[in-house]
């Protein structure tokens, strides 16, 4: 929402008037928001996605994966009947739909409907991203108010070295060329 004033030399001002005041934030989450993070978007059959930033690979035998998601999602709900899913790190052209996964942009039609996508065993990935991974789900437990999601890496496919989009204090960001 935009804020106009009046005012002689005035300029727009981009404002929240939803947002809890800085005072009453809690210290916890304005910590995480001072933590970059890697955007990503998870998907898997059915399809159902999500878009997640609070992932975490963790190389070994066997190369594993972390993250955070929200238990009443789709996605949650499509991971546990299928037991696999697909992660896309995304990049700074991928900013809507980062935004429609989050349910933050509207998705007429579904959140599959624009874009071409390529279906693969552990869920649909962007065509246009610079890869994924595809993972296997070991366990799930209740972590804070989110799912702590624990699954090891099945399959990994890099097409190019792509510019990550980066999740910090509320808002994407992208490394500086």
Not at 23 to 52: C, H, K
Not at 56 to 72: C, H, K, Q, S, W
Not at 134 to 151: I, K, M, N
């Amino acid at each position: 929402m935009f804020h106009v004033n009046h005012e002689p030399g005035a300029e727009i001002h981009h404002t929240d008037p939803f947002a809890v005041p800085t005072g009453q934030r809690s210290p916890v989450r304005r910590l995480r928001g001072r933590l970059a993070a890697p955007v990503t978007l998870w998907t898997a059959p059915g399809p159902a996605g999500l878009t997640v930033s609070s992932t975490l690979v963790a190389e070994g035998e066997p190369d594993r994966l972390l993250g955070l998601i929200d238990p009443e999602s789709d996605l949650w709900a499509a991971v546990e009947e299928s037991g696999r899913f697909a992660v896309t790190p995304l990049g700074p052209p991928h900013r809507q739909l980062a935004d429609r996964f989050a349910g933050l942009f509207p998705a007429p039609g579904g959140l599959f409907a624009t874009g071409t996508w390529i279906e693969t065993p552990f869920g649909p990935v962007p065509a246009d991203a610079g890869g994924w991974a595809g993972c296997r789900l070991d366990t799930a437990r209740e972590y804070g108010w989110g799912l702590l999601v624990e699954a090891t890496i099945e399959a990994v496919d890099l097409a190019e070295e792509a510019t990550p989009l980066l999740h910090y204090r509320g808002r994407y960001h992208e490394l500086p060329a």
